[in-house]
């Protein structure tokens, strides 16, 4: 990991400035889950859940002078048309991925790490010591 991303991981997550008083920032993944969790009672079909996730997402990351633009999902869907939702939710996902460091390797060096980093018993050592648990000897002095 660069010094760069190690920064980042370590700071304030940033925000991204919109303009009109509006900005965007990264959601911690709580607000994640409230925003699916609120998401599907939403949708009353299968179809509808995308929309009803991207809309529940916008009321989550999308500030106006510091607070909270739309006060839920619905309120969103009420505000907005299909096409702003859809161009605010993937201007989100870019800047997430933009600001926030992940692993940013391909996906063979991955691969590679994973196997690396695997927890796999060893021949002779079955992960744990085979001799009998004793006490810790007294200490002298």
Known sequence: MSAFA????CTQPGRLTLGKG???GLLRAQEVL???RE???LAQEGRER???ANACLIARFLRKRGRRAYASGAAVLEALTVEQIQDLAGR?????????????TERGRLETLK???STRRRNGCGGACSGRSRPCPQ???
Request: proline content about 3%.
């Open 22 to 24: 509006y900005s965007m």
């Open 50 to 52: 995308a929309l009803c």
């Open 6 to 9: 190690w920064l980042k991981l």
């Open 39 to 41: 998401a599907l009672a």
């Open 139 to 141: 200490r002298r002095g």
């Open 115 to 117: 196997k690396a980093w």
């Open 34 to 36: 409230e925003a699916r």
């Open 92 to 104: 989100w996902a870019a800047f997430c991925r933009e600001e926030d460091p992940g692993l940013g």
